[in-house]
C-alpha cells in the first residue's frame, strides 16, 4: 500500500529527528503522531517549519581570520587558557523547509567576547580582547545537518542585545546570515535589528535558551538553533 509506506516513512524520519526539532515543530509531530492511525494532511508537515529570518551580517566579520577556525572558540590551537565567559555548546540543523537535512553547508559563526570586543580592530574597546577567545569559527555540516560549536554566551556591547551571528556558505549560493539571540534578554524588546523581523514567529525563531548542560557542575549552558532555509538543494 503506497500511502501505508509512505506514512511509515514518515514516521522513521520523526523518530530520528525528534530532538533537534524546534518545539512548534514537535508539538505539530505530537499531533501527527496521534493522528497517524487515521491521517495524513499532505503539506502540512512543511507548513509547520518556520523559515528562519535573514538578518544584516554587520560590520564585524573578521577582516583577517584567525589563525586557528576550528569550532571550539574557546581555545586558540593549542592555548592552555580557555577564552573568559560563560561555556556554551551551540548546536542546530541545517534543513530545508520540509524538515530535510542539508549537508556540506559551512556554517561559520562570530561574536564578541567576555568583554565585548569582536575580533575586528573597528569594535569599540579593541585593546582589551581576550585573546584567548578565538571570536570566529567555522563546521561544515554532514549528513544530518548537524553543526556544533563550543564558545561562549555573548555579552552586550553598545547599542545591540547579545548575540551570535551565524553565515551559511554553500557551493553555488550566495553567503546568507543570520543572528541568533538569548531568551529572556531585557534588551531583546529594544533591539534595533531584532525588532527589525517583522514576522512575529519568524523573530521569536532566532532568540533561544542558554540552559545550563544537565549533569555538568562547571555551569555550562547548552543552546540549540536550527536554520531552516528556504530552498532545497540539487541532490
Ligand atoms: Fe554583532
Redesign the pocket.
Known amino acids: 500500500m503506497v500511502g501505508g509506506e509512505f506514512l511509515a516513512s514518515g514516521l522513521l524520519t520523526i523518530q530520528d529527528t525528534t530532538m533537534y526539532l524546534p518545539s512548534t515543530r514537535r508539538r505539530f509531530l505530537s499531533n501527527f503522531t496521534l493522528g497517524a492511525a487515521g491521517l495524513w494532511v499532505p503539506g502540512a508537515f512543511a507548513e509547520a517549519l518556520t523559515l528562519t529570518p535573514k538578518q544584516t551580517e554587520?560590520p564585524?566579520y573578521p577582516v583577517d581570520l584567525p589563525l586557528d577556525t576550528d569550532n571550539d572558540l574557546i581555545r586558540l590551537n593549542d592555548g592552555l587558557t580557555p577564552a573568559l565567559g560563560e561555556v556554551t555548546h551551540l548546536s542546530g540543523r541545517v534543513t530545508d523547509a520540509k524538515g530535510e537535512p542539508i549537508r556540506n553547508a559551512l556554517v561559520e559563526i562570530w561574536?564578541?567576547d567576555h568583554h565585548g570586543v569582536?575580533l575586528h580592530k573597528g569594535s569599540s574597546g579593541a585593546g582589551k580582547r581576550d585573546g584567548n577567545f578565538q571570536g570566529f569559527g567555522r563546521f561544515m555540516t554532514g549528513s544530518t545537518g548537524e553543526y556544533y560549536f563550543r564558545t561562549i554566551k555573548p555579552v552586550r556591547?553598545p547599542g545591540?542585545t547579545p548575540?551570535i551571528?551565524l553565515a551559511v556558505k554553500m557551493k553555488g549560493r550566495e553567503k546568507w546570515t543570520t543572528?541568533c539571540y538569548i531568551k529572556g534578554e531585557t534588551q531583546n524588546d529594544t533591539d534595533g535589528v531584532l525588532r527589525g523581523i517583522k514576522d512575529e514567529t519568524q523573530r521569536a525563531s532566532v532568540i533561544v535558551d542558554f540552559a545550563p548542560l544537565p549533569g555538568v557542575a562547571t555551569g555550562e549552558l547548552a543552546a540549540r538553533f536550527d536554520i531552516v532555509m528556504g530552498f532545497t538543494p540539487a541532490a
Open positions: 554587520g564585524f561574536q564578541v569582536y556591547y545591540r548575540h551571528h543572528q
